[in-house]
């Protein structure tokens, strides 16, 4: 995208350049020659492209050089000061409403980089739309809204945003507007480009705005548990009260190879000739499992979990040789294996 350059006469609070910057190309358009022979009372040679630029540049740095944009319809009073006449509204519309014509200047000419013609509104234009804003559009805003904390504040601050905007504001439109060029530099917008002027002045008198209202957090709560919620049903049906599953017995294989016996054809383990009563006694006491302070209402659910052997309860006691020697009351051949060869075994890991 080429890069939009202007001169420093069209900057904010700039006053009016004594010259206008005009950059012609290689090439002069026909519509301009006539356009310059047109408007120049003392014929001028225009025969080449210096000699266009320069009969350009002086016709739109005229002091009378001063182009209408559009016109705009504004209210003379604030809203609460019109004079009614509700029998005739073309008389209350008079006397109610003026037409304001927006003027302005030419400030730069580009009919090489981006065939653009830039214009900037004159201080009598900005010193009217800045009036119209302070004395009549503030004071309809304000008594068109409701009352805040920092309600002045703001609007002080809308119009000081709308007085930086209009002095910045210039309008850029094609070079072919210029075939709207009358005596002395002056013109007019043509081909509808009044309204595109009018919109964009309409847009900087920007609304009032209250602040949003408060946002309103909603707290979501928990529904309340009953003791008939199927959540209590839940905790209280599977699972405390079943068994365990029974943990399978040791199977001792043989690393003799000698031995042919194996763990599928083996039906007698060590372990079968025992019983729960030789093993450690049951604690006295188990602590039961409640779910009683997870609810607040729901009845105590205890189920006790049985004691389960493990190796560490049976040694060295009755695991070992010592066991199949002289615990077990010369059981010493249990279940065909021989503890006298207890070398010939693989230690368990």
């Known amino acids: 995208m080429p890069v939009q350059l202007l001169p420093a006469s069209a900057a904010a609070f700039a006053p009016r350049a004594s010259s206008v910057n005009v950059v012609l190309g290689s090439k002069v358009e026909p519509w301009l020659t006539q356009t310059l022979k047109r408007i120049n009372r003392v014929k001028r040679p225009l025969n080449s492209v210096p000699q266009h630029q320069r009969c350009l540049t002086e016709t739109l740095s005229s002091p009378n050089a001063i182009w209408t944009l559009t016109s705009l319809m504004l209210p003379k009073t604030p809203e609460s000061d019109f ?36 214009y900037k509104l004159t201080k009598d234009t900005i010193d009217a739309l ?28 809308l ?16 070079v072919s507007a210029l075939e ?6 002056a013109g007019e917008l043509l081909c509808g480009k009044s309204e595109e002027v009018k919109n964009c002045i309409s847009a900087l008198m920007k609304p ?53 016996s194996s763990a599928d054809s083996n039906t007698s383990p060590i372990w079968a000739p ?42 060295p006691a009755q695991c070992g040789v010592g066991m199949g020697m002289t615990g077990m009351g010369g059981m010493g051949g249990l279940g065909g294996f021989g503890w006298d060869r207890y070398q010939e075994y693989a230690t368990i890991m």
């Open 274 to 315: 025992m019983t729960m009563d030789d093993l450690s006694p049951t604690p006295a006491f188990t602590q039961p499992h409640s779910t009683a302070g997870f609810f607040w209402s729901s009845p105590q659910v205890t189920a006790p979990i049985p004691a389960l052997p493990l190796p560490s309860m049976l040694a």
């Open 130 to 157: 800045v009036e119209y804003h302070k004395e009549i559009h503030c004071v309809d805003a304000k008594a068109n809204t409701y009352d805040w904390t920092d309600k002045e504040q703001q609007c002080k601050k």
């Open 208 to 260: 009032l705005l209250p602040p949003p209202p408060p946002r309103v957090v909603e707290v979501v709560r928990q529904p309340t548990l009953l003791p008939s919620s199927p959540v209590n049903n839940m905790w209280s049906q599977h699972g405390l009260h079943g068994n365990l599953a029974a943990v399978d017995s040791w199977r001792v294989l043989p690393s003799s190879p000698s031995v042919t």
């Open 159 to 174: 119009h000081d945003d709308f007085v930086q905007d209009i002095n910045k504001f210039v309008f850029r439109t094609h």
């Open 83 to 118: 004079k009614r006449d509700a029998s005739n509204p073309l008389v209350e519309a008079i006397m109610n409403y003026e037409l304001v014509h927006v003027e302005a200047y030419i400030v730069h000419v580009d009919m090489v980089l981006r065939n653009e013609v830039a």
């Open 180 to 185: 709207g060029l009358e005596e002395e530099g």
